[in-house]
């Protein structure tokens, strides 16, 4: 942690599947993000600290606008790990991309990190596949993107069990906000959904540009 605070030089930090689990190692390293200057992607994918360890790492993020890039997946963040989450989008004005893929955050915990993407004008590329938001997720995922106020560009909902007529509402929903990619691939949609979600994603007209999708 105090190397990370002292380093004026460092850009990019690895520790993917390092089995940092134990929460005073995350402790360090929140306090540690309050004060580089220089850390603009720092990846942590598979560590499994939980929900206490992105409290902590929160702290640190909140306070930090110079980093860019998160991969904070595969880390059992459960329900209140994703609101701990959600106040850090929030709070930071400088994260661009967030890659919180396979934490299991629930329908609670994932609606707390879309609702915290209206107060959020960085970030612009966000993964939040596998966290089974289901139904109700999916529904604050569309009032939200409805709203016209998310900033986000690339979207990745995967493997959410989100049903085919959320899929079909969140596509409609998508030709409203400033998305340019949507991904629902691996929410087991029948093949007639996934056409008619492709045919209202890519049609263009004088007002409207196709958006990208992975179904």
């Known amino acids: ?14 520790l993917n599947n390092c089995n940092l689990y134990k929460r005073d190692w995350w402790t360090h390293i929140g306090r540690a993000l309050k004060s580089n200057p220089t850390l603009q992607e720092l990846r942590i994918r598979g560590n499994n600290f939980g929900k206490l360890g992105c409290k902590d790492l929160a702290v640190g993020f909140s306070s930090n606008t110079n980093l860019k890039k998160l991969d904070i997946s595969g880390n059992k963040l459960g329900v209140l790990g994703g609101a701990y989450l959600g106040t850090m989008i929030e709070n930071n004005s400088g994260l ?29 590329d966000l993964d939040i596949g596998l966290n089974r938001m289901k139904t109700r997720g999916a529904q604050c995922l569309i009032d939200t993107l409805s709203t016209g106020k998310v900033s986000l560009l690339k979207l990745r909902v995967k493997s959410n069990h989100i049903r085919e007529k959320s899929a079909l509402d969140l596509s409609k929903a998508v030709r409203k906000s400033q998305l340019q990619f ?34």
């Open 1 to 14: 942690g105090n190397l990370i605070a002292i380093a004026t030089r460092l850009q990019i930090l690895s």
């Open 96 to 124: 661009q991309v967030l890659n919180a893929y396979g934490n299991f955050m629930e329908i609670e915990g994932t609606i707390k990190v879309i609702q915290s993407l209206v107060s959020n004008t960085s970030l612009t």
């Open 182 to 215: 949507l991904a629902l691939a691996g929410n087991r949609l029948s093949a007639s959904a996934r056409t008619e979600i492709a045919l209202t994603l890519s049609a263009s007209d004088e007002d409207l540009n196709p958006i990208g999708f992975d179904l």
